[in-house]
């Protein structure tokens, strides 16, 4: 008489991973299947679809009657339930066929329904035994089924669903909800918004001086020779400061220069000064616009650029590989950028400064009538070194600025792509800032000096 077999879950047998079979049902397979060879016993092989997703049970052999596994049909593909009812008021829930993403789901509204009419209901069970394979789709659906029993008062046992199903809902169920996660409906008093802005603003300020802090104390062991750092980097960011920026400093400059000398043309023609063109465009590209509109130029260009890496490297975790494998984020990373950057502007300046009185000649040599000889030879006139110097001394303080506002806000950056973007804003508002409070700063300072 051929045999049949087939592998069920039993509770008894512990189970070690999906593929075991418990060792003392060894011997019957090995019996089994030298019948099979012998050719004195035929071995069709069946797995229960019940437990194919998420039923840690134990796969055991059972020999059963080759009729009986002829007879019996297998379960149905399509997704489906059956209600029953048994003593007790308890409404059991067959589920059938395979319930997957993407495939025909049977609705909850009928059975939301029945739980909303039928009053003798009194708790709601499951039935799996002809469930087939199943993903988040059932999960989902449990969730629901779970969310009208609750509505409704009904009791619900999950016993008869398959281990993992009920892991998921554990899950699913057990995670509380989030603080603040909702949008408060009363917005806080005025004085807490204002105390909130305070500590916040406190929190910034000490994170800026522990910053400087830090960046100081690399720059005494740049001092020292002590300082961990690549000389190809440094002479990485010093291509990327200064002969890359020159483009945009060219027509940024000379535009300024331009506009400065329309400006001076309109009121100065009305004495027949228009000469002294030549020495407000000077004394104001070299001693101000030179300088300020190099650091803001570079604040929107590069100090925006040392945010974004540096960010990028929190996301990536860089950073903390450097300090796990002692390196100074600071020294290495800091460092050459701060050092390029304040290398870089006086000669930036430098530039913009020459652009500037060229654009200025521009205006005053084609529209006012003047000669180029004269045009220049007035700006000689009006210039010094003390100017000149002064302008340097402020390009190279906004070179600083901007370097210590984007490093600074790159290090600060979280751990997220908009936490990035974020940080790169905020270097590139911070800068612009602090170039303009510290122009205004050193204007007074100058002034008061006789400089």
């Not at 995670?175 to 305070?198: I, Y």
């Not at 130029?297 to 860089?318: C, S, Y």
Request: aromatic share 6%; net charge positive; hydrophobic share 50%.
């Amino acid at each position: 008489m051929p045999l049949s077999l087939s592998l069920q879950a039993v509770p008894e047998f512990p189970r070690q991973s999906d593929d075991a079979i418990p060792s003392s049902c060894a011997k019957l397979l090995i019996l089994l299947i030298k019948s099979q060879n012998s050719g004195r016993a035929r071995i069709p092989w069946r797995y229960p679809q019940s437990r194919a997703l998420g039923d840690p049970g134990t796969l055991a052999p059972t020999v059963v009657n080759p009729r009986e596994t002829t007879d019996s049909s297998p379960p149905s593909q399509r997704a489906d339930i059956s209600l029953s009812r048994t003593s007790g008021g308890i409404l059991l829930l067959g589920f059938s066929g395979n319930w997957l993403l993407g495939s025909e789901l049977p609705s909850l509204d009928s059975l939301r329904d029945r739980l909303g009419t039928d009053t003798t209901v009194k708790r709601v069970g499951f039935d799996t035994q002809l469930l087939g394979q199943w993903d988040s789709a059932l999960i989902s659906f449990l969730l629901k089924l779970i969310r009208a029993c609750e509505e409704q008062g009904v009791a619900l046992d999950q016993g008869g669903l398959p281990d993992g199903a009920r892991k998921l809902l554990h899950l699913a169920t057990a995670v509380p909800p989030k603080k603040d996660a909702r949008k408060e409906g009363k917005p806080s008093p005025l004085l807490a918004r204002l105390g909130k802005s305070a500590l916040q603003a406190l929190q910034s300020g000490r994170e800026m001086l522990t910053f400087l802090g830090e960046a100081t104390l690399a720059f005494g062991r740049l001092l020292r020779g002590r300082a961990q750092y690549r000389k190809v980097d440094l002479a990485l960011v010093i291509q990327e400061t200064g002969p890359q920026a020159l483009p945009i400093v060219t027509l940024i400059s000379f535009l300024v220069g331009i506009i400065m000398a329309f400006v001076g043309a309109v009121q100065l023609q009305q004495f027949g000064a228009q000469i002294y063109v030549a020495n407000l465009v000077g004394l104001a590209m070299t001693r101000e616009m030179g300088a300020m509109m190099a650091g803001i130029i570079m604040a929107g260009r590069t100090g925006a650029a040392f945010a974004a890496q540096l960010g990028t490297m929190q996301v990536n975790e860089e950073i903390d590989a450097f300090k796990t494998f002692g390196f100074s984020p600071m020294e290495f990373l800091v460092l050459p950028r701060m050092l390029a950057l304040m290398l870089m502007m006086p000669l930036l300046t430098l530039y913009a400064d020459l652009i500037g009185i060229l654009g200025g000649a521009l205006i005053g040599v084609g529209m006012l009538e003047l000669g180029v000889i004269e045009y220049f030879k007035q700006t000689e006139l009006a210039l010094s070194l003390t100017h000149i110097a002064v302008g340097l001394i402020k390009g190279t303080i906004f070179g600083a600025l901007v370097a210590v506002a984007g490093c600074m806000r790159g290090m600060q950056s979280g751990r997220s792509s908009a936490a990035v973007g974020l940080a790169a804003t905020s270097a590139v508002v911070t800068a612009i800032v602090w170039i303009i409070v510290f122009d205004a700063i050193l204007t007074v300072i100058f002034d008061v000096l006789g400089i």
